[in-house]
């Protein structure tokens, strides 16, 4: 079994909606959780992280389900700016950060 | 912030040949580095991981080698290239203290 398992996509949709993406993870030791961006060709980089609170940053809300072992992220009013592939991203270790494993990513098309 | 600087950028090897591509990280010490690969259209296969200098974890069995000869140097390397180690290299830092892990830019690399 995958550490951590996305739906691959691609999800497309309009600018202006609301489109949320899951990430489930088979450790449930697990303590860290990201999210992270991809655009094509590019290194990832950090979107944000998860907590066991949920966090929210603009348009941007993530939130950690420790029970069903799933992380989400959900963006409000789509631009066509946000059109990458979001990184689920898992730290399975409970005392250090040796291993940082990644979803597949999961590809978002917004639209004109 | 981290640095972490990865060359070269794209790289056309031979089958059979030997490949070395190398990852340095700027602004700090005593990092966890990380080789991680990414097939086209797929996520991030973790290959490699150290957690210091001659310190190198194998995440799955391959073709590939790493070593880590200085504190912000990681190295990946293979004696004969297969076709299948096609894809996109990329080398991550983690140090204490950061909730994120950084991103070279990567090695697009293709062998015929």
């Known amino acids: 079994r995958k550490e951590v398992e996305q739906d691959p996509g691609p999800f497309n949709v309009p600018e202006g909606a609301t489109v949320a993406f899951n990430c489930t993870y088979s450790n449930s030791a697990s303590q860290s959780f990201f999210w992270y961006r991809q655009d094509c060709r590019k290194e990832p980089k950090l979107l944000m992280s998860v907590y066991s609170s949920g966090n929210e940053d603009g348009r941007f809300t993530a939130q950690l389900n420790r029970a069903s072992q799933y992380i989400s992220l959900l963006i409000r009013d789509s631009k066509l700016s946000d059109s990458a592939t979001y990184l689920c991203?898992?730290?399975?270790?409970?005392?250090?950060?040796?291993?940082?494993?990644f979803g597949s990513g999961t590809k978002l098309n917004v639209k004109p | 912030s981290q640095t972490i600087h990865q060359w070269p950028a794209t790289l056309v090897q031979p089958v059979g040949s030997p490949l070395s591509l190398e990852c340095t990280v700027e602004?700090?010490?005593?990092?966890?580095l990380y080789w991680y690969r990414q097939a086209a259209g797929r996520g991030l296969q973790l290959l490699f991981y150290s957690v210091g200098i001659g310190q190198i974890s194998s995440e799955v069995p391959q073709n590939l080698s790493a070593s880590r000869p200085q504190d912000r140097q990681f190295i990946l390397s293979s004696k004969k290239l297969l076709l299948s180690d096609s894809g996109f290299y990329l080398c991550?830092?983690?140090?204490?203290?950061?909730?994120?892990?950084?991103f070279g830019q990567g090695t697009r690399l293709t062998v015929v």
């Open positions: 991203v898992v730290n399975p270790e409970v005392y250090n950060f040796n291993k940082f494993y």
């Open positions: 991550a830092s983690w140090s204490s203290g950061n909730t994120e892990a950084f």
């Open positions: 602004g700090t010490s005593n990092p966890n």
